[in-house]
């Protein structure tokens, strides 16, 4: 159980029987009264933002939150198939991945949380490569003012921007973070 003194951005708090993140975190001790702990939650589950104000007395309950590693197995009509350490299929849907379905290779390992018997998410490596499978090919020219890009697709149907000199068929690494290019894989 926590207290309001616990309160920092990060913590995972229960309230509603959700689990909820604090984004931001303010506190403020009026001159009379009691202090407070001006919050922006973030659930967990459906990624609804709030803003709440709790006082010095509010506690709070700990989430029945488990971090587990998993395999990624394949896909079948939207659901995701993961495999535990135990060889049970774990089924994760496309809302719970977001962007991440895009990089999801065979075999890959990933960081899953999981509340009441649920995935409500999946931690990706921080980079993949995948092939580059469409791109136009990079014009020359006023490339003084900065970085050049050009609209690029990846194996998996991902697209993204990547540097003029990237062609199809080159393998490069993408940050699964942000989404972005990160470098050329080198061969």
């Given at each position: 159980?926590?207290?309001?003194?616990d309160?920092?951005?990060?913590?995972?708090?229960?309230?509603?029987?959700?689990?909820?993140?604090?984004?931001?975190?303010?506190?403020s001790k009026?001159?009379?009264?009691?202090?407070?702990y001006?919050?922006?939650?973030?659930?967990?589950?459906?990624g609804?933002?709030?803003?709440?104000?709790?006082?010095?007395?509010?506690?709070?309950?700990?989430p029945?939150?488990?971090q587990?590693?998993?395999?990624?197995?394949?896909?079948?009509?939207?659901?995701?198939?993961?495999?535990n350490?135990?060889?049970?299929?774990?089924?994760?849907?496309?809302?719970?991945?977001?962007?991440?379905?895009?990089?999801?290779?065979?075999?890959?390992?990933?960081?899953?949380l999981?509340?009441?018997?649920?995935?409500?998410?999946?931690?990706l490596?921080?980079?993949?490569?995948?092939?580059v499978?469409?791109?136009?090919?990079?014009?020359?020219?006023?490339?003084?003012?900065?970085?050049?890009?050009?609209?690029?697709q990846?194996e998996?149907?991902?697209?993204?921007?990547?540097?003029?000199?990237?062609?199809?068929?080159?393998?490069?690494?993408?940050?699964?973070?942000?989404?972005?290019?990160?470098?050329?894989?080198?061969?």
């Amino acid at each position: 159980m926590y207290t309001s003194s616990d309160l920092k951005k990060g913590l995972k708090i229960e309230i509603d029987d959700a689990p909820w993140v604090i984004t931001e975190f303010d506190f403020s001790k009026p001159g009379k009264g009691q202090a407070i702990y001006n919050c922006k939650l973030k659930n967990m589950i459906t990624g609804t933002t709030m803003s709440r104000s709790f006082r010095s007395n509010d506690k709070f309950d700990k989430p029945e939150l488990m971090q587990t590693s998993l395999r990624f197995s394949y896909e079948n009509a939207g659901h995701y198939i993961f495999m535990n350490d135990d060889y049970e299929e774990i089924h994760v849907d496309a809302d719970v991945l977001g962007r991440n379905k895009y990089f999801l290779m065979d075999d890959m390992e990933v960081s899953a949380l999981i509340y009441n018997e649920r995935v409500i998410e999946v931690e990706l490596p921080n980079l993949v490569e995948r092939a580059v499978v469409n791109c136009d090919v990079g014009a020359k020219g006023n490339t003084a003012a900065g970085k050049v890009m050009k609209p690029a697709q990846v194996e998996g149907g991902y697209e993204l921007q990547v540097p003029l000199f990237v062609n199809e068929g080159d393998i490069i690494r993408i940050d699964t973070r942000t989404g972005e290019y990160s470098d050329r894989a080198r061969t």
